[in-house]
């Protein structure tokens, strides 16, 4: 088997995610996806002169640890530009690879790597606290009224849900302790709420590890599970000083591309709590973030709902290992009902043969080979476009 193309499939859409897909001369076919600019993707795996496309059209997709070597050593790609968007792009097609390779042994991905040590993981419910207008990308970053925080928490409660998350941002007033305060109160203490505030954490010069710490001193009132992406993501020597007086668990990982990234943070035990993100660095890379983690003692609670094509490659990933109590899921929309969200639901279930489920708060292993998602649903992006198309995302 020889791979024939390897292709950009999402560029009439103007947001969301990026899919690559890998074709092949024995009609098996893979899907991966990043969260980069479209069209930057798009250029650097087609690009005729010297895209990824054309250092692995006519080798063996199985050989997915070769694809990666070769497509790291090719230049500003990868091993010159140390991880960023080249990684993206590499991330995606290796994501593709592992569904053609579990395809061709008509295994899922999860016995590739040695069998699952669990088979099943409890979903978290990814939110938001900003409005309308943030999502759409239209307005101010502004929090939604307390009782639209509630109602969604006792929506995703009454769904099965264990627990929830909401990006949240890093200017806390009392009114937000306040928000919180309420939203604990409504669905009771056992529920695990965690808090996600970067990137506004980062962007803000005169916030520090003080700040920080004093934020999670109070949200340790209200028995927040962890504390997600509170300063700059490569402040390795920030986070160990914040871990070490934090009493609640902090999180962080989603803006690093490779295991290098992660390891001074693993090294140092500078958090409770890797979250790798398969779209940033496909699942080579993100397996052996999960698996140094694991011979570390440390938890691994991967960031990003954006397609199934991420959660099936974490959750492929992560029953494999004992460290994962929950991967990210997409919350079901209350209210606010943004295309953005549109899409993600759209990206779980359209694109893709067979949808995983959700239930009792928990995805079970898929049965299926590779990813477990069965093919792609070509004219699935032709509705997608159609309802999400206009000027691609830059």
Same mark, same amino acid.
């Given at each position: 088997? !020889?791979?024939? #193309?390897?292709?950009?499939?999402? *560029? =009439?859409?103007?947001?969301? &995610? ?6 092949? +001369? ?36 199985? $050989? ?34 592992? $569904? ?15 069998? %699952? ?13 900003? #409005? ?24 995703? *409660? ?12 890093? /200017? ?16 009771? %203490? #056992? ?12 962007? #803000?010069?005169?916030?520090?590890? *003080? ?6 001193? !109070?949200?340790?009132?209200? +028995?927040? /599970? ?6 700059? &993501? /490569?402040?390795? +020597? ?37 979250? &790798? $993100? ?9 397996? !052996?973030?999960?698996?140094? %983690? ?38 079901? %929309? ?32 898929? *049965?299926?080979? =590779? ?18 198309? =206009?000027?691609?995302?830059?």
């Amino acid at each position: 088997m !020889r791979i024939t #193309d390897v292709r950009v499939v999402s *560029k =009439g859409l103007r947001i969301g &995610p990026v899919l690559v897909e890998v074709e092949t +001369d024995e009609g098996i076919t893979g899907v991966g996806s990043t969260s980069a600019s479209v069209s930057v993707i798009s250029a650097l795996i087609e690009d005729e002169s010297d895209g990824l496309r054309s250092l692995l059209i006519g080798t063996d997709p199985t $050989d997915v640890n070769m694809a990666w070597r070769r497509m790291f050593a090719s230049g500003n790609r990868g091993r010159s530009g140390e991880g960023g968007v080249g990684v993206n792009a590499m991330g995606a097609i290796d994501m593709a690879l592992w $569904d053609i390779a579990g395809k061709a042994a008509g295994l899922p991905i999860y016995k590739l790597r040695g069998g %699952a040590v669990q088979d099943r993981i409890m979903v978290y419910a990814s939110a938001t606290a900003f #409005d309308r207008g943030h999502m759409e990308r239209t307005g101010e970053w502004r929090h939604n009224p307390t009782e639209v925080l509630v109602k969604e928490a006792l929506e995703n *409660k009454s769904l099965g849900f264990k627990a929830m998350k909401f990006g949240w941002g890093n /200017y806390f007033s009392e009114s937000d302790y306040d928000d919180i305060e309420a939203v604990r109160d409504a669905v009771g %203490a #056992d529920m695990k709420l965690m808090l996600d505030l970067g990137p506004l954490a980062y962007l #803000d010069g005169t916030w520090t590890v *003080k700040d920080a710490v004093q934020v999670a001193e !109070r949200l340790g009132e209200y +028995d927040i /599970y962890f504390l997600e992406e509170a300063l700059h &993501p /490569y402040d390795v +020597d920030g986070f160990e000083e914040f871990t070490l007086q934090s009493p609640i668990r902090i999180a962080t990982g989603e803006s690093l591309t490779t295991v290098r990234d992660f390891q001074p943070f693993i090294e140092r035990r500078a958090l409770d709590i890797v979250q &790798p $993100d398969a779209q940033q660095m496909g699942l080579t890379q993100f397996a !052996r973030v999960a698996e140094r %983690a694991e011979e570390a003692g440390i938890l691994c609670i991967p960031h990003g709902p954006w397609s199934a094509f991420l959660v099936a490659a974490h959750l492929q990933v992560l029953c494999t290992v004992t460290n994962c109590p929950m991967i990210e899921y997409p919350a079901p %929309a209350v209210e606010r009902g943004s295309e953005r969200e549109g899409l993600v639901e759209a990206m779980h279930e359209k694109v893709i043969e067979t949808p995983m489920v959700v239930r009792d708060g928990y995805l079970e292993l898929p *049965k299926g080979p =590779g990813l477990g998602l069965g093919n792609f649903v070509h004219e699935a992006i032709d509705e997608l476009t159609a309802r999400f198309g =206009g000027d691609v995302q830059q």
